[in-house]
Structure formats: C-alpha cells, structure tokens
C-alpha cells in the first residue's frame, strides 16, 4: 500500500476532508455559543384576532421560568411549545425562530364554555377539557356544568348545542348537562327543573323526547307550580314531581276523595 501512490493520495485527501469538517463543525459550535447569540428576547403574540385574555406576563412568567434551554441555534422548538401549552389557559402555542437572539410565540387561548365533573376542570367552546381557574372563568358568563365518561366531552357539547336549540322555544336554557356511565342523558334548566331524557335508541330519540315534552310542557305548567323533575323515558307518557302536585285520592265508597297538595317534598299520603 505504502507504494501505492493512488492509494495514498485517496488515503491523504479523505484525512484532510475529515480534518477540515470537523474544523468547520468547531468552528459553527463556537459561533454558535457567542454571547450574541444568546435568547434575549421570547416574544408572545394571539394566534388570532381575539387577544389574548386569560393568559398574562406573570402566568408566562411563572409557567415557562427556567424550562426553557439553549439559544437560538441550540433551543428545541417543540421542547418551547410543549412548555407553553402547559402554561394554564393556553390551548396550543406555535414557536419560530427570528435572527439573531429572538423567539416567537403565537398563542391560542382556551375559550370556557362550562365546568367539567367535580374536579375543577372546565370544558371549551372546541369540546377540550383543561385545567385552569374557575373563577376567572366565571368573570366572563355564568358556566353551565357538564359531565360525563372520558372521551365523551365532544358528545356532551354537541349534545349541549342541540338541546339549547330544541328547547329555545320554551325559553329555557340548559343548566347543566350529564351523561352517565351508562350513557343516559340529563338535563337541568335554568328554571330549576330537571329533565331525564335516558339513554339514545337511534339519532332521532333525543329530539323526539324534547319536542314531546315542549308541546305539552305549556298545559304541565299552568296546572302545576314548581316542577322538579320530568322523566321522557317513557313512550307515550312521562313521570313528573313538584311541591304543588295535587292528585285525587280515592274515598272508602270508590269516588275521589277532595285533592292532597304535596308539600316540602313529603310523601302523598291516601286518608285512612
């Protein structure tokens, strides 16, 4: 080999082409950790055009202190975003580079629309649930409270468009809307009653069950006070209670007796 000129000069060029990438590598790392180039600025902007509302320098400030590594050549973007959509209220967050020592953050804000469960969460317009705090949501609009198995949370919501629609004729709005593990549908309206609509036997088995109960709902209230709660489960009738209740009871010769009126929710009772 040691007489082979050809061989030698491949040997000797490919040395010196290693030679020299990694004298170029040493030479872009020292570059790149200069001073100059150190993050001096990380600078946050909304996504879109309704600002940003919830999230603020000292929530940024507290979220993000001292998770976010490198400079501008070295600093993992996704690593950024991912420390920015755990700041609370942040429902994604977008990171770009700007020359020479600068981060961009876009970020889209949370919209609350109602709590979620019993644990604090609260559930957004777009079907997500995220953890923040309640109060300052409660600053924008009162929250309708949902619940419901993991994973229905988009359900729930468009289940929740529906029957604000469907009971818009009674100027009713639902209060709060569960769905339980058996995937049984109830709503409460902001009248105080509660409504069990059950379990959907086909597309249409919600609907129909609303639209039942707002044709006769009119001819329940003007005979009854107060009505607490209304079961739709049934198929051609319905179940009801409310503290103003007057039912006929039978006398001892067969004919009705005068009405008993329920009170305080105590149970109705025939005479002896």
């Not at 040691?2 to 030479?27: E, P, Q, R």
């Not at 996704?78 to 959509?85: H, Q, T």
């Not at 876009?106 to 997500?128: I, N, P, Q």
Request: net charge positive.
């Amino acid at each position: 080999m040691w007489h082979d000129a050809k061989s030698l000069n491949t040997t000797a060029n490919g040395l010196l082409a290693a030679v020299l990438v990694v004298c170029v590598a040493a030479g872009v790392w020292w570059v790149s950790q200069r001073p100059m180039f150190d993050l001096r600025t990380i600078k946050v902007e909304s996504a879109d055009d309704k600002g940003l509302r919830h999230v603020n320098y000292l929530t940024l400030r507290s979220g993000t202190l001292g998770r976010i590594k490198g400079n501008f050549f070295t600093t993992n973007l996704e690593s950024v975003r991912g420390v920015f959509e755990s700041v609370p209220w942040v429902r994604r967050a977008s990171v770009r580079r700007e020359w020479p020592n600068q981060l961009i953050v876009a970020l889209e804000e949370h919209e609350a629309l109602g709590t979620w469960g019993e644990d604090g969460r609260l559930l957004s317009v777009k079907g997500d649930v995220f953890t923040a705090n309640v109060a300052e949501a409660e600053d924008d609009h009162e929250l309708p409270a949902f619940a419901g198995p993991d994973g229905s949370e988009k359900e729930v919501l468009a289940t929740y468009v529906q029957l604000a629609k469907w009971f818009a004729p009674l100027k009713m709005v639902p209060e709060t809307l569960s769905l339980s593990s058996r995937y049984a549908w109830t709503v409460k309206l902001d009248n105080g009653m509660s409504v069990a609509l059950g379990r959907e036997q086909n597309h249409t088995t919600l609907k129909a069950r609303v639209d039942r109960l707002v044709g006769i709902y009119p001819q329940l209230a003007s005979r009854l006070e107060n009505i607490d709660t209304i079961d739709m489960r049934y198929q051609n009738g319905l179940a009801l209670s409310s503290a103003g209740l007057v039912i006929p009871a039978e006398g001892k010769d067969g004919r009705p007796a005068p009405a008993i009126r329920k009170k305080n929710g105590s149970p109705i009772k025939k005479p002896a």
